[in-house]
């Protein structure tokens, strides 16, 4: 399984864009990349997955360089209740088995 | 409406009263997964199942069983209940959608996650 490694929190005023790396040296040929949001007492929700390149839903942008070592989720215009932690996930999705989350990234948006 | 449902939602019991927590998704998935959350650790899966009768350990798996016997249904069992085991539990489904990686026809493998279980150990 690939280990990954984001920051551990992040403050950003409401309205502007936050990006979030996340990095994962050992990534493997087969693994996918996929980001969580999950708020307090609540269970993690989908919100974006990517193999390479740029993937863009209505809430947030993948970005994954060539070399894939690493991943920028992008939320365009945060707002108060995007306050949340943010997961990165790295997994084959054919052997989609074991699931690590890790601690994730803890965003405040500050009014 | 596509679901992931717990029960129940909190429970607090004492050392070693053996307990079940249900879950059950309506949306026909293969995989499902129990994990536990703990402040400063983050989400840890304990036990998952590729589909009815196929369940493999997760990171943590000591102190729990599980079974899957119906597709729908995931039970998670705590033989002898500890107060390490003092957790927020989360139940959750997925489907299993093959494709080679980077392919357009590759799947969105999206847990949905139910609503969890706070559980105190006395």
């Known amino acids: 399984l690939a280990k990954t490694t984001q920051p551990i929190s992040m403050d950003s005023y409401e309205g502007q864009e936050v990006n979030i790396t996340c990095s994962h040296n050992?990534?493997?040929?087969?693994?996918?990349i996929t980001w969580y949001q999950q708020f307090p007492s609540q269970g993690p929700r989908f919100i974006i997955q990517g193999y390479k390149t740029k993937v863009t839903n209505e809430v947030a942008s993948l970005f994954i360089p060539a070399d894939r070592k690493s991943s920028t989720l992008s939320l365009p215009r945060v707002s108060l209740s995007d306050t949340a932690v943010y997961y990165c996930?790295?997994?084959?999705?054919?052997?989609?088995?074991?699931?690590?989350f890790g601690i994730g990234t803890k965003l405040q948006v500050i009014p | 409406e596509a679901q992931v449902t717990q029960n129940p939602r909190y429970l607090i019991t004492v050392t070693g009263k053996k307990l079940t927590v249900t879950c059950s998704q309506n949306?026909?998935?293969?995989?499902m997964s129990w994990y536990r959350q703990d402040p400063g650790l983050g989400l840890r899966q304990i036990y998952y199942s590729m589909n009815v009768e196929v369940t493999d350990k997760g990171d943590v798996p000591e102190g729990y069983k599980v079974s899957r016997k119906e597709k729908r249904n995931f039970p998670l069992i705590l033989e002898s209940p500890s107060p390490n085991q003092t957790s927020l539990y989360f139940c959750?489904?997925?489907?299993?959608?093959?494709?080679?990686?980077?392919?357009?026809?590759?799947?969105?493998?999206?847990?949905?996650f139910g609503p969890g279980t706070r559980l105190t150990v006395l």
């Open positions: 050992n990534i493997a040929t087969n693994d996918y």
């Open positions: 996930l790295v997994g084959d999705i054919r052997g989609y088995q074991k699931v690590t």
């Open positions: 949306m026909n998935h293969e995989y």
């Open positions: 959750a489904s997925s489907s299993l959608r093959t494709g080679a990686p980077g392919t357009s026809g590759s799947a969105l493998n999206e847990q949905f």
